[in-house]
């Protein structure tokens, strides 16, 4: 069985690679991009039976951290770049 689902061992891997003192935060729903504080890992089983692990939030209210930076809505492409407008010809005082 092939799953599309991030395992452990996945997330240990690319964990790996990151600096140990940073601190973990969840980036939540692509349509409205938030910042969350992760506060706990815990293990449980779901209704297959199978083990499962589960990062969550804090429940103080400071967990939800704000806006998710754009450069990482975009990275994980839940938004667009976005270009700034062309620029129009400034107006000159008298109407030309």
Not at 36 to 52: C, I, K, N, P, W
Not at 67 to 91: C, G, N
Request: aromatic share 4%; charged share 25%.
């Amino acid at each position: 069985m092939t799953s599309s689902e991030m395992t452990v061992a996945d997330l240990i891997d690319l964990l790996s690679g990151c600096d140990r003192d940073a601190p973990v935060r969840l980036a939540m729903n692509p349509f409205f991009p938030m910042a969350h504080r992760l506060e706990r890992v815990l293990a449980s089983v779901d209704e297959t039976g199978r083990t499962v692990v589960y990062l969550a939030e804090g429940r103080d209210t400071d967990a939800q951290l704000g806006h998710l930076p754009p450069e990482v809505a975009v990275d994980l492409t839940w938004q667009s770049p976005v270009q700034a407008p062309p620029r129009r010809p400034r107006r000159r005082a008298g109407g030309k």
